[in-house]
């Protein structure tokens, strides 16, 4: 069974830095591709990163060269740093494992203004 866990939320001023963290057990996290989403209140839940097996990234218009998504193998943990935050990036943010289609809890991002 794939249990996937974010951690590293929290509330930050507007222009400050977050990084989040996504450790994965029961899969490997350099085998499949990996996802950051977020969901804000009454909003559907939307992508904002993705990093693939062969280490490929793809990342929403609205958080390109602001938010980096990256993989540590040997911790089988999948990261994104937010840089630059915005009140408009304030969210629950979640992990998704593409090849189980598992989703953890997800984590609480609030930016200030």
């Known amino acids: 069974q794939v249990h996937v866990v974010e951690s590293g939320g929290g509330l930050v001023q507007a222009g400050g830095s977050l990084r989040l963290s996504c450790l994965v057990s029961?899969?490997?996290?350099?085998?499949?591709?990996m996802g950051w989403y977020r969901q804000a209140p009454g909003k559907q839940r939307d992508m904002v990163a993705i990093?693939?097996?062969?280490?490929?990234?793809n990342y929403a218009d609205s958080v390109k060269g602001r938010f980096t998504i990256s993989r540590d193998n040997a911790k089988n943990t999948v990261y994104l740093q937010m840089n630059s935050l915005k009140p408009e990036d304030t969210a629950v943010y979640y992990c998704?494992?593409?090849?189980?289609?598992?989703w953890g809890q997800g984590t609480q991002v609030t930016v200030s203004s």
């Open positions: 998704h494992s593409f090849g189980s289609n598992s």
């Open positions: 990093i693939t097996s062969g280490g490929s990234t």
């Open positions: 029961g899969s490997i996290v350099s085998l499949y591709a």
